[in-house]
């Protein structure tokens, strides 16, 4: 009789042991699944509130630069607009009080992973050094300056030849001449602003020496290079540096097709986004009574027709 209740004590014991195996495998199937949706949620929300997209109401176009300046008000540090044509390069530019402001925070000014696209702290917003360098993460999706390490490709290289910067209320067309992969400790290339012909026709030569493709487009020590550069997956420190020409010459997006839904550079719902909340509630309730209108006119359109 008492080895019978040994038995079954035991055998309950073992029962219980299992259930309680089971729910913490449970458990921790449920907790790396849930720790795992997050993780991909987590990714999702930083790439998206990485792209262009999320900025597209502040860009200046066809002369409006209304919502610029609201994006400048929002961040004074706000200066100009790059556009890189045929890719999603499309974004605020910013400058900090060095080059470590930026890294990890917004256009707006906050938190953020994905960091901005800024100019060196050492060089002119005006943009009227010799040299200025803008810096943007290399990132997947096609985000931030993620695109810049396509130009890798030659064929690629060649399709993109023309870009758009905006600064201080006026557009420069910017044309592509150069590719390079470089170390991000070369000194040489890392010096903005550099000043005295001599020393900028160096520069140039240097460079051009540097590029796996280049591109004749005339370019010399007085003109105004700008440089886009990001970090590589290939190397530690590599990075890739696309290099245009600054030019006077604004040049046309040859991948825009404008259709029937965009007027003057913006599409249909962008436009209609700028309307203001208090003309929309106008609309509506205009919208909501008219049936109201046309049905007490035809009322007393049969009063009169039956006296």
């Known amino acids: 009789m008492k080895d019978a209740w040994h038995l079954r004590l035991g055998r309950n014991g073992i029962r219980l042991l299992d259930s309680i195996i089971n729910l913490m495998v449970l458990l921790l199937f449920l907790t790396g ?32 630069s209304l919502t610029f300046v609201q994006l400048q008000e929002i961040n004074p540090d706000v200066f100009g607009w790059l556009t890189v044509y045929g890719t999603n390069i499309d974004y605020p530019l910013v400058q900090g009080e060095d080059n470590a402001a930026y890294v990890n925070t917004s256009v707006t000014g906050e938190s953020l992973l994905s960091g901005s696209i800024f100019l060196d702290y050492r060089n002119r917003k005006d943009v009227s050094d010799f040299n200025s360098i803008l810096y943007g993460h290399h990132m997947d999706r096609q985000v931030m300056f993620g695109e810049i390490g396509e130009f890798s ?15 201080n209320g006026r557009d420069y067309g910017i044309e592509f001449f150069a590719f390079l992969q470089v170390d991000a400790y070369d000194s040489r290339i890392y010096t903005p602003a550099i000043e005295g012909e001599a020393d900028r026709q160096g520069y140039l030569e240097y460079l051009l020496a540097k590029a796996k493709y280049t591109r004749p487009v005339g370019v010399g020590s007085l003109d105004h290079l700008m440089l886009l550069s990001t970090c ?9 540096i696309l290099v245009g020409k ?22 249909l719902w962008e436009r209609l986004r700028q309307i203001p909340v208090w003309l929309w509630a106008i609309l509506l309730l205009a919208a ?20």
Do not use: C
């Open 246 to 267: 600054l030019s006077t010459t604004v040049y046309d997006d040859p991948f825009r097709k404008e259709t029937a839904w965009e007027f003057g550079g913006r599409n």
């Open 232 to 240: 590589t997956s290939d190397a530690t420190n590599g990075r890739h």
């Open 33 to 64: 699944m849930a720790f795992g949706g997050y993780a991909l949620w987590d990714s999702g929300q930083l790439y998206q509130e990485a792209e262009a997209e999320r900025y597209e109401q502040y860009k200046p176009v066809a002369g409006d």
């Open 288 to 307: 909501g009574m008219f049936p109201v209108i046309v049905k007490r006119r035809k009322g007393r359109r049969k009063k009169e027709e039956s006296k």
């Open 153 to 167: 490709d030659e064929a690629y290289f060649e399709e993109h030849q023309y870009g758009n910067l905006y600064v």
